[in-house]
DNA sequence: ATGAGGGCGGCAAACGTTATCACCGCTCAC
DNA sequence: GTGAGCGGTGATAACGTTTGCCGCCCTCAT
């Protein structure tokens, strides 16, 4: 029961310890032969490598932080579920950490993580602003990789989903399916998704109908705000409602019932992420799906990166292409309720 | 820039390393002006202490394992966040491991635990029977506590909630407000809650009404099963469809709406465990909450036990009582859909 | 004065690996 | 025939801590 190391294999095999540590690391060439009696000796004692203390003298611990603002965010989970899959395949262990969406514990966490050696940072920040210190002194002391949501210009490396071309695939959806006044309940702040879904969407609206590009409310990510965000924004009878994320749209699609509208025959109703949610909604809600385990791929790729590498102009920012995912939310205008699925 | 160590910090402050230790650990008492300067020079240099040679050293790594089916489970995620911050607050960090629902995989990433030398290990077994022999022979290694679901008498410490008490707090509130012809749609399997959650329907709905008991159908925990059943239990036109959790739940909502049935004016629905889409459904769910708090507190507190801790006999199963969440979706026979809220 | 005891502090040995260096024996080319 | 090159191997020094043990000095009781 006593823990086997090294030394026993040695010792059994007849060889030295640095030839057992080769050959079970496969670190440089060894004779056939010796290789095949160490993997024996290995086998037959149960030897179990000790990764603590290789990570001493490699200094590399072969573990990854990941620190994100709160798991119960429904979008996340999903995104985690690859990121594990990912990191471990590529043999490295997942050390996770919940901020309760407060910077100042983010920044704790941060340090905690650091102090137990991560070879690097998974993160996806709480705040755009507030979270921009502790991002970057981590960032000069291991990789670190942005998920998700930006932390300003030229911090880190940073992967997420093309959020303009995401809000464009909705309205260009929306344009073909007849829709012609719609209205956009977003979320206010400068956090990047926030911004950058917003301003697609004014951008796209205003292509889509110089005249009014319709109007726009901004609360925040919440099922609350959007069921809030109706009550203002129906009284001027939009034939579509676009919301900058799913929580968003379930409330809207709440309130929308509650207040007997008919969806998608009288208006209808996006969202953005694809949540498992969404799928569930009544109607099922028409929204943008993120790559998920691109975004995931691409993220343990970057890592693989050198800690201080370069000056912060040589920062990447990786985009990916979401894909529209359409549901009974948004049938054409002559359907109605209920009638697709 | 260089990683500052126990040595340069004993330099600094003219001491031997050992003594640098004793200050910074409080191992053992040291002198009141020492340690006003070793913890200076501490200070001033920057010191941090290196958590891996310490894990080698004293054969503790400050880390337990949290191995889960799958995090996608939208129960998951709220308990994942409970346990982050009982250990966190203990100086345990967490490492994340999801097994993609999987018994073979569930093995491996127990074993790539164990093999960073996990301190403990918590864990939400995938199947009763299928995870058995790997969560014995890890339970074997390392303090492991099973949570949520079991795994078999005696191989492991366990903390879930009452199942039994949950289903008697459905089954008297449906009394209550009275419901006489219930019916229940649950899981297949010997998974722990599936069984409980249906022995305790049996048992609280034959007291209930003796003549009948009410139908029961069997599936597994999924939106669509909800759905399917709904289909096979509605011709018996129960007043009551009792499910096993809130994703069961959903989908029967969903599909008695489509099949024109008035919840809960018509027929009541609950949920089990309160997961964050029950408050969202329509109409919202009555379900049971589990206290996930006071269920993270209990697990973090039997991992300070020791390993091999006596005979299998002295496993003990913690159970916690559940708290009813009356909603919308049971409101009194009476009451006219959507009348709530 | 002297021995016992206790509070502090230092030395050095672990913990289990990997990395550096040297060495050995062989072949090949000159 | 000898030196260079090279595949394979073994000693051994780290990696940064914690910890057992010993020794110092000061105090107090005898």
Redesign the pocket.
């Known amino acids: 029961m006593a823990?086997?190391?090294?030394?026993d294999v040695?010792l059994a095999s007849?060889?030295?310890?640095?030839?057992?540590?080769?050959v079970?690391?496969g670190?440089?060439?060894?004779?056939?032969?010796?290789?095949r009696t160490v993997r024996a000796a290995a086998e037959a004692l149960g030897?179990?490598?000790?990764h603590?203390?290789?990570a001493?003298?490699?200094?590399s611990t072969g573990t990854v932080g990941l620190v994100l603002p709160q798991i119960t965010n429904p979008f996340f989970p999903s995104l985690v579920r690859e990121l594990e899959h990912a990191l471990h395949a590529a043999d490295r262990a997942v050390l996770l950490a919940d901020c309760d969406d407060d910077p100042v514990t983010e920044a704790a966490r941060i340090n905690a993580l650091l102090a137990r050696r991560v070879d690097a940072l998974l993160l996806i920040p709480v705040d755009e602003r507030r979270s921009r210190e502790a991002v970057a002194t981590a960032a000069a002391r291991v990789p670190l990789v942005l998920l998700d949501r930006g932390c300003g210009p030229g911090v880190a490396d940073s992967v997420a989903v093309d959020n303009v071309a995401g809000m464009a695939l909705v309205l260009d959806h929306l344009a073909a399916t007849g829709r012609r006044r719609p209205c956009f309940i977003g979320a206010a702040g400068t956090a990047s998704a926030a911004a950058e879904r917003r301003a697609a969407y004014e951008a796209g609206a205003a292509a889509l109908d110089p005249g009014a590009p319709g109007r726009v409310a901004l609360g925040d990510f919440s099922v609350e705000w959007g069921r809030a965000a109706v009550d203002r924004l129906w009284p001027s009878r939009p034939d579509a409602v676009v919301c900058a994320n799913d929580l968003i749209a379930a409330g809207a699609l709440q309130r929308l019932r509650q207040l007997g509208a008919d969806v998608p025959g009288e208006v209808a109703v996006t969202g953005f992420d694809d949540i498992p949610l969404a799928g569930l909604a009544d109607p099922a809600l028409t929204t943008v799906r993120q790559p998920l385990a691109e975004l995931a791929a691409e993220a343990a790729r970057l890592l693989a990166r050198s800690p201080a590498a370069g000056p912060p102009a040589a920062r990447r920012a990786v985009r990916l292409a979401p894909e529209l995912v359409v549901r009974a939310s948004s049938a054409g205008p002559g359907a109605r309720a209920g009638e697709a699925s």
């Open positions: 823990e086997v190391t090294l030394k040695a007849g060889c030295s310890i640095a030839t057992v540590s080769r079970l690391a670190t440089r060439p060894v004779g056939a032969e010796t290789a030897y179990r490598p000790n603590v203390a290789r001493l003298r490699s200094r």
